[in-house]
């Protein structure tokens, strides 16, 4: 979630727009419509909703149904999921994203990402080191030197350290530090 603020100048910055890092965050400051904030510049760069000053008029709800596929959700820690990811377009995208992300596939962003699970192309991160330039060919705004960036970029991350592969398949709680103890701990993936 964003906040959307009135516009303030911040360390020499129009700012009009604030993190709110995730739903219990919102819950935690108990954020209201119209409510009045302070808002600093953490590390001078990144606006942040510090807490309320004066509460608002309408109280937030969270959603109730996944803004993608209209499932319901539920909250797990201070985060709302998709109660059906297995079949959740956006879900399915977000793991795809996040592989890309972590093992530094660049170019692989949202759009393709998207019409690429919506056209077969790339439905687990095992496709990404099975896909072709022809494949990728039948998407969107995809020419022949892209395609062929995309598939050297996969080419370039076929071997990733242990730690780094881990942290790839998006398991929760299994960020840099704990992964890199288990790889320093394990050493391979046997």
């Not at 979630?1 to 020499?12: D, K, R």
């Not at 398949?169 to 050493?187: M, Q």
């Amino acid at each position: 979630p964003v906040a959307l603020i009135e516009p303030v100048t911040l360390s020499g910055a129009s700012v009009s727009r604030a993190s709110l890092h995730h739903p219990g965050y919102v819950k935690k400051l108990g954020l209201s419509k119209g409510c009045e904030v302070v808002v600093t510049r953490r590390g001078g760069v990144i606006p942040h909703v510090e807490h309320v000053v004066a509460p608002g008029t309408e109280p937030l709800e969270p959603p109730v149904e996944c803004p993608a596929c209209r499932s319901p959700v539920v909250w797990d820690g201070d985060f709302l999921n998709c109660t059906t990811p297995e079949t959740c377009v956006a879900a399915r995208v977000g793991v795809l994203a996040h592989y890309a992300a972590v093992t530094e596939m660049l170019g692989f962003g949202d759009k393709l990402l998207v019409e690429a699970y919506t056209k077969g192309v790339l439905r687990t991160p095992v496709d990404f080191y099975t896909v072709t330039v022809e494949q990728l060919l039948g998407l969107e705004r995809v020419g022949d030197k892209l395609a062929q960036k995309l598939v050297a970029q996969v080419n370039s991350r076929r071997i990733l350290p242990l730690a780094t592969f881990l942290r790839a398949l998006g398991i929760a709680e299994l960020g840099n530090h704990v992964s890199a103890l288990l790889a320093a701990k394990y050493g391979a993936l046997d």
